[in-house]
């Protein structure tokens, strides 16, 4: 029997590109296709306001669906209100999917409110597909319940960007399409006929993408810093590979990896932590993969997910509702332990999945101290230095004690570019331990609720160390804590976690001379080794670990 190439090739393409297959889910749908036109929504008239609503906030399950009804526009369908980018804008013509909170669910004739107040935008750049997938309306799962949280989130179609999968073109055009939906958004804002007139708070414009989306998100962010209130990449491409120059990224940040990413490079340093300045998170998905950040993206050959794509949902609603709350201007105990301190891993582990997440954060608005953040180098394996404090990094039996490679801080890419130097690698030899210590330079008393704080994983070989204990040497004495006390309720693995240990059985008025880890049959990275003084809740957090 003879092939009909041809036929074959059209039924895979109605398969493989069909928008109309979504994740099945045994919660009633609370998104719409359009079918009923946007034009017959109109505009509700009230007052600027930030959502509050205590009962939501205080659960901190931020995972489930906020308390407004969404709607959203559908530029593929009949109606005289198509949103585009503008004609002076550099890509005009560009299509946005918008999905926004409404005061309650449309009715049979699609009319209803856009709710009062001037909501926060969430601008979003989708990963590169083939052109006929409608790929940047596959996101509704997140979109939707972004909205239901109180914020317009605007899908940008980037989809003619796919013919240069690894191009610095492709960063650039999807960089500019992201220009243009700004452009676009800034004059619907002041359009007094537009159903998002005043409706649309850009001083709390918050950009975000997935893959090679997400790196445009950082290509944007580095043109228009002070336009931009925070950031959040879902497994980001490096951009700096792509002759763009890292950032000192100050704005608040959300950085979302996948633990079986196979667009991972490898070793797995994280290649853009070092760029992030302010306060950040960093979360990596347990058991998840690049493509379930979509709604009904297909698998590849490679990809070998342990969790299911509605678990991997779920998960980062959970993380991104609450930072972008956190970001703006929301108060609330239960975000800042969602994004802050291990409460959030508990929450996966309790209410979502079993093999939890990683997590490491900053948060500048404590008191801290840096003994060592490891970028005083630009070479690959620099020689013993001086930390922040001036005090001496001393290492002792190590196979292996260097600042490794991670991300390039100039904008040109060759073979002899210089590499900023990100974490340090610690390995003893076999069978052995080694002793890493860093001095204190000057005197540092110990506060009230102090805390000591670093990122560590397991480096990729050997395995996790049988032990790791860290040693606090003061005036009063040496403090002993065993590290697997203090990461959170998932072992440590290739991805960095954050270590929080509560210093408040030494007493209060202590010095603090060094600080040293002691490490046994196995080999691991460390980052980011602070003294913090920890808020109410982490110190609440902090001990509940340990239960």
Not at 29 to 35: A, F, N, Q
Not at 184 to 207: G, T
Request: proline fraction near 4%; glycine fraction near 6%; charge should be negative.
């Amino acid at each position: 029997m003879k092939l009909n190439y041809n036929l074959l090739i059209i039924i895979l393409t109605l398969f493989s590109c069909s928008s109309r297959t979504f994740m099945e889910s045994d919660e009633d749908d609370s998104w719409h296709d359009g079918e009923i036109p946007v034009c017959e929504v109109v505009n509700g008239v009230g007052q600027d306001q930030l959502f509050e609503n205590s009962n939501a906030l205080e659960s901190g399950n931020f995972f489930e669906r906020g308390p407004y009804p969404i709607w959203n526009n559908s530029p593929e369908d009949t109606c005289s209100y198509e949103l585009v980018t503008p004609d002076d804008t550099i890509f005009p013509g560009t299509e946005l999917y918008i999905t926004y909170p409404v005061k309650q669910w449309p009715t049979e004739t699609g009319i209803s409110e856009i709710s009062d107040g001037a909501f926060p935008v969430f601008l979003f750049s989708h990963a590169n597909n083939d052109e006929v997938s409608r790929l940047y309306k596959n996101y509704k799962s997140l979109m939707n319940h972004l909205s239901s949280w109180g914020f317009i989130a605007v899908s940008i179609n980037s989809e003619e960007e796919n013919c240069q999968p690894s191009s610095s073109e492709n960063l650039r055009d999807r960089a500019d399409r992201m220009h243009s939906a700004i452009a676009a958004l800034e004059k619907e804002n002041q359009n007094p006929d537009s159903i998002f007139y005043q409706k649309l708070d850009l001083s709390r414009l918050f950009i975000s993408g997935h893959s090679r989306g997400g790196g445009a998100a950082m290509v944007v962010l580095s043109e228009i810093p002070d336009s931009i209130a925070g950031i959040v990449t879902f497994m980001p491409v490096d951009h700096t590979k792509y002759g763009f120059g890292s950032l000192d990224v100050e704005i608040p940040s959300l950085i979302v990896s996948a633990e079986l990413d196979t667009d991972l490079e490898y070793p797995y340093v994280e290649k853009i932590d070092g760029q992030f300045k302010g306060i950040y998170s960093f979360l990596t998905v347990n058991g998840g993969i690049h493509a379930y950040v979509t709604d009904t993206l297909w698998l590849r050959k490679a990809d070998d997910p342990k969790i299911s794509r509605e678990q991997q949902h779920d998960i980062l609603k959970l993380y991104t509702t609450a930072f972008l709350l956190n970001a703006s201007g929301t108060q609330s105990k239960s975000i800042k332990n969602i994004l802050f301190s291990h409460a959030g891993n508990t929450t996966v582990k309790e209410m979502i999945s079993d093999r939890g997440v990683f997590t490491f954060w900053n948060d500048p608005g404590e008191n801290y101290i840096f003994i060592d953040d490891f970028q005083g180098s630009y070479s690959v394996s620099p020689s013993e230095t001086i930390n922040l404090t001036g005090g001496g990094n001393i290492s002792s039996f190590f196979t292996l004690s260097h600042e490794v490679s991670a991300w390039y801080p100039d904008s040109i890419v060759s073979g002899d570019a210089l590499v900023r130097t990100q974490a340090r690698q610690l390995v003893p030899s076999d069978n052995s331990s080694g002793t890493f210590t860093m001095e204190i330079g000057g005197n540092l008393e110990l506060e009230e609720k102090m805390q000591l704080q670093f990122a560590v994983k397991r480096s990729d070989s050997p395995s996790w160390p049988e032990s790791i204990e860290i040693l606090v040497h003061t005036s009063s004495g040496e403090y002993a804590y065993s590290l697997d006390d203090f990461i959170g309720p998932v072992s440590v693995r290739e991805r960095m976690t954050q270590a929080v240990i509560p210093l408040s059985d030494i007493s209060g008025d202590s010095r603090v001379f060094a600080v040293s880890l002691t490490v046994s049959d196995g080999g691991i990275f460390i980052d980011n080794i602070r003294f913090t003084v920890e808020t109410e809740e982490e110190y609440e957090t902090a001990e509940e670990s340990k239960m």
